[in-house]
């Protein structure tokens, strides 16, 4: 693969482009703003590709993205952790943190069509070599993770039946030149192989390296099974998303992004892999995967190489937004009083949902928590707050635990329900869940659960009300 070294792409890392109108619209676009807002860390040449890339990147995780030049030696350079805060997310889509999840809804009930462009940046460089995933920097994250992985790439597919794409990360262990062994779940990914495998065909991928905030976003999205997330990523940019043909398939990728690998599932094969360290904070089984034969790579001049680090913020966040919209759209279908969900960072962004709302009647906290847990199957703990309570405030919620919860009256316990595979407290996914009423009896709202108050405070301006250069000495009376 063609470079100028590492000084170059740190430089082209940090450009960015000015045609993009939101800073999510590219992933150079969003470096550059990452370093304008002091978010980007660049670490020392040639950090090592086994573990050591991983543990900087994970020690500066959330408070700054890390961009690698030279990794291991290679002239591609990596970045990591580049949404790993919700602020962070909210800023490459141009929309305020609380209006986040709310932005995300309305983008995935309402995609735009992308709009397709012959001459692509990603395009730019065109490899086919007998083997041609040597020269890419990939990472091996943690101690037992069974090799190097594809983290951060997007696989994209095309419906058999209809010709509708489908786009989702999926885990990808580099198992030798040209394959990689991919963990299908039993999503639209595998639906659309099932059906090629069962006429006895391949089915086409191509899978994106260096994808927009927008793109990663968007293929994290709970759609219908003939939905592409690529359009879901142009509503969130506000514009449609350009894309361009493959050069060995139909398939249509981000003519933004900076590295493609075209290839496809092959009929009918299976290769181990794994383990790897998941979400859960521990490592995902070992099971015979999918299988990717590689026969294009294409890149931009000077690509970029995106890792995400498994289980970190990065990891969460990225599946927490999307999973946020898709549960509050359907539990307000049947209680439009449901003001906002959260799912928690101590429950991996998956397991554990605070609800907020607006009790209309006793009883009905109860009757959300059951809609929660019906909105998605890995939800296993459900705590639902009246509205003065911030759900994206662990200190809050407990508060609301502590003072208005009796296990004796309020907990809702559901046993030997379907939940994660990957969670290891389940049987096989089979687990027991659990939901907190912490709201308050509606006769007692302003009467005993009365929340104290300073008048006044909310409209507080700190920073005058402060002498910064004042000293104490200044207002003491010397001893005598």
């Known amino acids: 693969m063609k470079s100028d070294g590492g000084k170059n792409e740190e430089k082209t890392a940090r450009k960015g482009h000015n045609n993009a109108q939101k800073a999510?619209?590219?992933?150079?676009?969003?470096?550059?703003?990452?370093?304008?807002?002091?978010?980007?860390?660049?670490?020392?040449?040639?950090?090592?590709?086994?573990?050591?890339?991983?543990?900087?990147?994970?020690?500066?995780?959330?408070?700054?993205?890390?961009?690698?030049?030279?990794?291991?030696g290679h002239n591609i350079p990596i970045v990591?952790?580049?949404?790993?805060?919700?602020?962070?997310?909210?800023?490459?889509?141009?929309?305020?943190?609380?209006?986040?999840?709310?932005?995300?809804?309305?983008?995935?009930?309402?995609?735009?069509?992308?709009?397709?462009?012959?001459?692509?940046?990603?395009?730019?460089?065109?490899?086919?070599?007998?083997?041609?995933l040597r020269d890419l920097p990939i990472p091996v994250h943690n101690e037992l993770d069974n090799g190097p992985y594809i983290t951060a790439g997007l696989i994209i597919v095309r419906n058999p039946a209809t010709g509708i794409q489908n786009v989702a990360i999926v885990r990808m262990q580099v198992v030798g030149p040209r394959r990689i062994g991919a963990l299908l779940l039993p999503r639209h990914t595998m639906a659309f192989m099932d059906i090629a495998e069962q006429a006895g065909h391949d089915l086409p991928c191509a899978i994106v390296i260096g994808a927009s905030p927008a793109e990663l976003l968007a293929s994290q999205a709970i759609a219908p099974i003939n939905c592409d997330e690529l359009e879901i990523a142009g509503a969130l940019l506000g514009e449609p998303l350009e894309v361009t043909r493959c050069k060995s398939s139909d398939l249509h990728v981000p003519a933004g992004a900076e590295i493609i690998l075209e290839g496809r599932l092959l009929a009918g094969q299976r290769a181990p892999e794994g383990p790897f360290g998941e979400f859960t904070q521990y490592y995902g089984a070992s099971p015979a995967s999918h299988v990717v034969e590689i026969d294009v790579i294409t890149h931009r001049q000077n690509p970029i190489y995106h890792t995400i680090i498994g289980g970190g913020l990065e990891h969460l966040m990225l599946g927490c937004i999307p999973r946020e919209a898709t549960i509050l759209?359907?539990?307000?279908?049947?209680?439009?009083?449901?003001?906002?969900?959260?799912?928690?960072?101590?429950?991996?962004?998956?397991?554990?949902?605070?609800?907020?709302?607006?009790?209309?009647?006793?009883?009905?906290?109860?009757?959300?928590?059951?809609?929660?847990?019906?909105?998605?199957?890995?939800?296993?703990?459900?705590?639902?707050?009246?509205?003065?309570?911030?759900?994206?405030?662990?200190?809050?919620?407990?508060?609301?635990?502590?003072?208005?919860?009796?296990?004796?009256?309020?907990?809702?316990?559901?046993?030997?329900?379907?939940?994660?595979?990957?969670?290891?407290?389940?049987?096989?996914?089979?687990?027991?869940?659990?939901?907190?009423?912490?709201?308050?009896?509606?006769?007692?709202?302003?009467?005993?659960?009365?929340?104290?108050?300073?008048?006044?405070?909310?409209?507080?301006?700190?920073?005058?009300?402060?002498?910064?250069?004042a000293q104490i000495e200044d207002y003491l009376v010397p001893t005598p």
């Open 80 to 132: 990591s952790g580049i949404v790993s805060q919700r602020d962070w997310i909210a800023d490459a889509l141009d929309v305020p943190p609380e209006k986040l999840v709310s932005a995300f809804k309305q983008a995935a009930s309402n995609p735009l069509p992308c709009k397709f462009v012959s001459d692509a940046p990603c395009q730019a460089e065109l490899i086919a070599e007998p083997e041609l």
């Open 24 to 72: 999510g619209a590219t992933l150079r676009n969003w470096l550059a703003h990452l370093e304008q807002y002091d978010r980007l860390a660049i670490a020392r040449p040639e950090v090592k590709l086994e573990f050591e890339l991983a543990a900087i990147a994970s020690t500066l995780d959330g408070r700054k993205a890390t961009f690698f030049p030279r990794p291991g």
């Open 329 to 469: 759209e359907s539990i307000q279908r049947h209680f439009p009083n449901v003001v906002d969900v959260a799912l928690s960072l101590g429950g991996v962004c998956r397991y554990h949902l605070h609800v907020q709302m607006k009790p209309r009647a006793d009883g009905e906290a109860k009757n959300v928590i059951m809609a929660a847990f019906a909105a998605h199957y890995d939800i296993k703990q459900v705590i639902v707050v009246d509205a003065d309570v911030d759900v994206h405030d662990p200190k809050e919620v407990e508060w609301a635990v502590a003072t208005r919860f009796q296990a004796s009256r309020d907990l809702v316990v559901v046993l030997d329900a379907q939940g994660s595979k990957l969670d290891p407290s389940t049987r096989n996914g089979v687990g027991s869940k659990m939901g907190l009423d912490a709201t308050v009896p509606i006769a007692l709202r302003d009467s005993e659960f009365k929340r104290i108050s300073i008048p006044g405070m909310d409209r507080l301006d700190i920073d005058a009300a402060i002498d910064a250069s």
